[in-house]
């Protein structure tokens, strides 16, 4: 256990992150703290549970994955630890950790309520340096992760928008837009085999037509919108050399049709 | 001596940041090194001296905390290292340690003039990499820290807006924004119970009127401005919700004012 | 070989750098990963060509320099290692690597074709990921770089704006704007001594013309024009206390003309 990840809606305008690291390297000196993405948008708890569960695996086996997007801090929301076989989670129970969670073999949730384990006196506004650094550090030490409090069985779960087959369509929509303005959308390579089986398809987002699944950026024409399975195995709307976002005239939630046949 | 903190206005676009340390870790490749922040306002030295105020004391003790925000790089404006009971400073003489030592135990403050320590040949634009920050390396090494240049009294102060008093009237302004919008004062904890004692008071910012401080963002309506104690002691003005800043159409030096009675 | 450093055109809105600093680590759980820039504009290969160039003699012997900005990442494009005396290269052979390696001792070129160091499967849209990673954290754990792949001759080079001699005028253009908006051009020192032996000179860029070469960046009056030679080495143009992009309308490509007597 020696590597923490970070994952939060803190920005980089201001010393919150910094300081959490400071709080966490007091306690460990010897941790690895990896920045994983503090650019989520603000209390978007939807975009960081999709950020982290397309990122928690390539990890080491052991890190500590530490989220802290937190609209519910200084309420009576719970803060949790979830230890799963090969990682350790710590966030607020909010539902981020839910869509990582999925598919896991869950060991333990502990409610952390163990004020032995945070920085006193603990404010209502920022527990990311009061309790969710220091647990994160103080679980890299090795603490038994029944110290930190009492065990539940269950963390509050997300409600992520499902794509929704009717008749000869399925019907997703654009759940994230990446750096590039890259469209990634819910529609899964698995769900979508699973639902043409090995039908012809074409696909409609923005008032655009696609007719096939590309093997790369760079096959369509340049300006003209593709197709992709990206990394993480979702379907992504790309446009060649150009910025999908603005030239579809697209956002989150735009959808995307799938017609079978 | 094993931890680095480095605050800049380097901003996050350039290769300013990489580069110093490139150069502190060919000098001492055993050393972390922690962003506290790189996004202080291009040469806004009160911001960082207040971002360091608030960052410093969570780090771990012998941490050595550089700053480079130095509008007068290439000029005769000093160069010093503080030394403190728990801490070593490294920045241009400009007031940006300023709020920081206040209160602090200081043990020596050094100029830096020793160039023995200096990458050469050192430049008129870049002191964060050709001076500052090969001196903290060489300082996490465990050079006296008399080597680095002469022994002087005093370092420069900086203005800070203090909050004033008339009559049953305490008038303040917000002196910094975060990521969020959220507006923080020059309103202390305790500036505020000194002043009030026990009484009741109203407060005003941007035209609204609040009447008690919350423990916690969400106990305002969503949309409804709050006041509530940051976690580093000051009064802040947040919108449940939203963006403070935004919402009350507030910015830097917009004054607040709490009325006793 | 204790430390990679990271450029790329990922920014910091998504999970991309993370995840890959997550890869390496998991395979060489000691290196220190040093971000040398993320915010290369999306596929400008000159501005991350230039970065480098102006960054990689600053890191400690041995670093492994890891380059991902990538157009053609899922084409047939060729991934590239190179050892030089002092450092390893890891990029796509796009020409990024062009302006660093121009004037080094390059020992080595390999083509990167082992997939036993790949990650699978290996994605078309995130070579950072599945490629370049993991062949960089091996490199670094000191396997040998011929088992990477096979040895080539040479790498894709670049086409950089060189000045142009003109009977008495040199003529250049702004190549690079750093984040406080000062104009980088490609007028390098050496380039302007050998054109000017030691006449007299006139610099005109966007319609203004200064006559000198200062020595710090307060040297001129507050809102004028200025140059300065650059911490790289290239002929800057500033304006003290103002943002000289901004000021002058000026923006890459901008001509620069410097005149003889």
Chains 1, 2, 3 share one sequence.
Request: charged share 25%; hydrophobic share 40%; with cysteine.
């Amino acid at each position: 256990m020696s590597v923490i990840s970070l994952l939060t809606d803190f920005g980089d305008k201001d010393n919150f992150v910094g300081v959490m690291k400071g709080v966490i390297l007091k306690i460990n000196p010897r941790l690895k703290i990896i920045d994983l993405c503090h650019n989520v948008k603000p209390q978007d708890i939807l975009q960081a549970a999709f950020l982290l569960k397309n990122s928690f695996k390539y990890f080491p086996k052991g890190t500590v994955h530490l989220v802290v997007v937190d609209p519910g801090v200084g309420t009576k929301r719970r803060k949790i630890l979830v230890k799963t076989k090969d990682y350790y989670f710590v966030a607020p129970d909010n539902g981020v950790l839910d869509l990582s969670l999925q598919g896991e073999n869950i060991e333990k949730i502990i409610e952390i309520t163990n004020d032995k384990y945070f920085l006193k006196p603990v404010s209502n506004t920022f527990h990311g340096r009061d309790v969710f650094a220091p647990v994160a550090a103080y679980l890299s030490l090795g603490k038994r992760i029944d110290d930190f409090g009492k065990r539940i069985k269950g963390i509050k779960h997300l409600n992520l928008p499902v794509p929704k087959r009717v008749k000869n369509i399925l019907l997703g929509e654009v759940i994230y837009i990446d750096h590039f303005g890259n469209l990634i959308t819910n529609i899964t390579k698995d769900g979508f085999k699973d639902f043409l089986k090995d039908s012809n398809f074409k696909i409609y987002i923005a008032g655009r037509l696609i007719t096939k699944i590309s093997h790369s950026y760079q096959e369509a024409k340049k300006n003209k919108p593709l197709a992709i399975w990206n990394s993480f195995g979702n379907l992504e709307i790309s446009v060649a050399g150009a910025c999908a976002k603005e030239c579809l005239s697209a956002d989150l939630k735009t959808p995307i049709k799938i017609i079978k046949g």
